[in-house]
């Protein structure tokens, strides 16, 4: 099916002026603002066809989202963390329904990839008035995902993290619970290969990034959510010590290119390790490895800020 262009889409979106409103209402501040979040929207002139307030997205999304999308709403304005996006594009690649997304999570790596303000009015602000754009989506065994694709500390971190703490402190939260992670994590051996390129290592987290921030720091200067590129980087060696050193590093180094960060990008990458791990794609858990993960370029119709560059 031959979708509108973006600039049609766009003048369809302002001339309706009609959405549907999905919140995650565990999130860390879903909770407290799903009443803002509709009052926002209608204040600025859009009308809510429907709200769904959803509390276990990995057990409710997969059965409303087919129901919601089957009525071709020209928008979705979600409202939720990482994991929560990384169910919902499963479904929303590749379809004339616009994401409006509302960064209401702990990290916001999808967010402040694509450029959102934090603040709610702000945000709101660009999905009823921003513009369309194209973004690139990661597939991993076949399934969507937004931003990032871990094995390592990051997937067993992504099961301990308690909610409570995320409330409560926000990102910092995963850095706490990373760092007692650390204390007693096993590294783990790890061939990547992309192509006629193999590479192996042994370290304590490998990542594969389609989006542009990790940790909510950006990777590296030139990472983008629309440059149909992966992004291939471990943090740290063998030793707990260095995992910690790379850690910081790469929190401190949002500056350098990918370039200079010696990171290997590819369109996409087979995985394998020397025992099968758990795999966290967007902050949930999902599958083992080996994994393949390949990119799709512009899979995903989103609102972003007016500066936002769309190549």
Not at 138 to 157: E, H, M, Q
Request: hydrophobic share 40%; proline share 5%; aromatic share 4%.
């Amino acid at each position: 099916m031959q979708l509108p262009t973006k600039q049609e889409t766009q003048d369809r979106l302002r001339r309706e002026r009609e959405l549907v409103l999905l919140v995650n209402v565990r999130s860390r501040r879903g909770a407290a603002l799903h009443g803002d979040v509709r009052r926002m929207l209608e204040r600025r002139g859009w009308t809510v066809t429907a709200e769904h307030l959803v509390a276990d997205p990995a057990a409710q999304l997969p059965a409303l989202l087919p129901r919601v999308l089957a009525e071709r709403p020209p928008l979705l304005v979600v409202g939720s963390g990482d994991g929560t996006i990384a169910t919902v594009v499963d479904h929303l690649a590749h379809t004339g329904t616009v994401l409006g997304y509302l960064p209401l999570g702990t990290t916001n790596n999808f967010g402040r990839s694509l450029g959102l303000p934090l603040r709610l009015e702000d945000a709101v602000d660009v999905v009823t008035a921003g513009k369309v754009a194209d973004v690139d989506l990661g597939r991993v065994d076949g399934d969507y995902f937004a931003n990032l694709v871990s094995i390592g500390i990051s997937a067993a971190v992504a099961g301990r993290t308690p909610h409570e703490l995320k409330r409560r402190v926000g990102r910092w939260a995963y850095a706490l619970t990373s760092a007692r992670t650390l204390a007693t994590h096993r590294p783990f051996s790890a061939e990547v290969r992309s192509g006629s390129a193999l590479w192996r290592v042994r370290t304590h987290q490998l990542n594969i990034a389609n989006g542009r921030m990790h940790a909510g720091t950006a990777i590296a200067a030139d990472a983008s959510l629309d440059d149909r590129l992966l992004v291939a980087y471990a943090l740290g060696g063998g030793s707990r010590l260095s995992a910690a050193r790379a850690a910081a590093h790469q929190a401190l180094t949002p500056w350098l290119p990918l370039e200079r960060k010696g990171y290997l990008t590819g369109t996409e990458f087979t995985v394998s390790t020397d025992v099968p791990l758990d795999v966290d794609v967007d902050g949930e858990l999902s599958g083992t490895t080996p994994i393949h993960v390949e990119v799709t370029g512009q899979a995903l119709r989103v609102m972003v800020p007016t500066a936002f560059v769309d190549s």
